[in-house]
């Protein structure tokens, strides 16, 4: 399974900004799609996921009210819209689909990193203030 992440770029401070991933390759189910990102200096954070499992969004407290994750409707696509935008969000973006499915008993979360099977190769994302 192959992503790729697309949108990212430079835009000042209260700008919004919109990527894109789509998940290629061998025949594969998605069970969930999400965006992290990663600043220099510091280490991977979860952005935003969304669940066709439980058909839910999860957010990040920092991009709560200011993000909007979406998916297409073949569950192999996931879009995040950044509106708002400020110079802390300035970070590699990474997409991950998670193709492994669930058990009822599952209780990991979707921010954790561990719980996604396959990554993008990230778009950069500068915010200038």
């Known amino acids: 399974v192959q992503l790729q992440a697309s949108g990212g770029g430079l835009v000042q401070a209260g700008g919004s900004l919109r990527l894109s991933c789509a998940a290629s390759g061998r025949t594969f189910s998605s069970y969930a799609m999400g965006w992290f990102r990663q600043a220099p200096g510091k280490e991977r954070e979860f952005v935003a996921a969304?669940?066709?499992?439980?058909?839910?969004?999860y957010y990040a407290d920092s991009v709560k009210g200011r993000f909007a994750i979406s998916g297409g409707n073949a569950k192999n696509s996931v879009y995040l819209q950044m509106n708002s935008l400020k110079p802390e969000d300035t970070a590699v973006y990474y997409c991950?689909?998670?193709?492994?499915?669930?058990?009822?008993?599952?209780?990991?979360?979707?921010?954790?990193?561990?719980?996604?099977?396959?990554w993008g190769q990230g778009t950069q994302v500068t915010v200038s203030s």
């Open positions: 991950a689909v998670e193709t492994r499915k669930k058990s009822s008993y599952w209780s990991g979360s979707y921010s954790d990193d561990q719980t996604y099977d396959h």
């Open positions: 969304i669940s066709w499992s439980d058909d839910n969004t």
